[in-house]
């Protein structure tokens, strides 16, 4: 069984009830075929360029498992008949990226407040990630390894790695 | 010729060697890259759009690859721009 994930952006000229039909006609043809993990709405968004003149999209993205991956084929076809989605883009996730979801999922990245996390998973994936809008029901607990590699983030990006010549250190 | 002990210099010739590099996915083990995010993927990219360099950001190799993976599948999502000015 792999697990894949799916991202699409549905055109959002049309009506809520059209996207939202859309969205689940997608939805019942995977489950028909494998078992749905997860799916995000992640809604209205401003596009980075416009994509057939539309600047914004609607953002679903599905994670699936499915024994058979003939049928993802099938599947990115009738994304690719269907007028009213924009973009799509099918991903395997390896066993890092699958534990990624879950952990993002229960809420264990996100920003640092509490040390605990830190003695939790020292593999824990942890990421600056922006679900606050999708995810959390409850205040995301700060994971330790995140703040760090804020910290880091903001140390590395200010001040660029340099090797040896360093009178003259580029700014960035 | 002067020795060595009478150079002397007005600030520390080590001074800039200080700053250690590394990968900040070894570090602190992340081990995978979210294309869907656009703020942890903006540190790796310039005010173009453009994918830093290696030498810039310190990843190792392997993870630089993941970035540069998913900076391209968020482009193609429209989630990061391909070209931009001004972007940061």
């Given at each position: 069984m792999n697990q894949y994930e799916v991202t699409f952006i549905v055109d959002p000229v049309l009506s809520g009830d059209e996207i939202k039909s859309t969205a689940q006609t997608y939805v019942d043809l995977i489950s028909k075929e494998g078992t749905i993990v997860?799916?995000?709405?992640?809604?209205l968004r401003q596009l980075a360029y416009p994509i057939r003149k539309r600047t914004t999209g609607v953002y679903y993205c599905i994670e699936f498992q499915v024994p058979n991956g003939e049928m993802i084929s099938k599947m990115e076809l009738?994304?690719?008949?269907?007028?009213?989605?924009?973009?799509?883009l099918t991903v395997r996730l390896d066993k890092f990226g699958i534990k990624f979801n879950d952990?993002?999922?229960?809420?264990?990245?996100?920003k640092?407040?509490?040390?605990?996390?830190?003695?939790?998973?020292?593999?824990?994936?942890?990421k600056k990630a922006a679900p606050a809008k999708k995810a959390a029901h409850k205040p995301l607990p700060k994971s330790a390894?995140?703040?760090?590699?804020?910290?880091?983030?903001?140390?590395?990006?200010?001040?660029p790695v340099v090797p040896v010549t360093a009178s003259k250190s580029e700014e960035e | 010729m002067a020795s060595r002990d009478d150079i002397k210099f007005l600030s520390n010739p080590n001074i800039g060697s200080l700053r250690k590099k590394y990968?900040?996915?070894?570090?602190?083990?992340?081990?995978?890259?979210?294309?869907?995010?656009p703020d942890f993927l903006l540190q790796f990219i310039n005010e173009q759009g453009k994918v830093l360099p290696r030498r810039i950001t310190g990843n190792s190799l392997k993870y630089q690859r993941k970035v540069a993976t998913a900076v391209k599948r968020a482009r193609h999502l429209?989630?990061?721009?391909?070209?931009?000015d001004l972007l940061k």
């Open positions: 997860h799916t995000d709405e992640m809604g009738a994304f690719r008949r269907d007028e009213r989605i924009m973009r799509f952990d993002r999922r229960n809420g264990l990245i996100g640092k407040k509490s040390d605990k996390k830190e003695k939790d998973a020292p593999k824990e994936t942890a390894p995140k703040a760090v590699q804020e910290v880091a983030a903001a140390a590395v990006s200010a001040a | 990968c900040r996915f070894r570090k602190y083990g992340i081990r995978h890259v979210d294309y869907k995010d429209a989630i990061l721009p391909y070209v931009a």
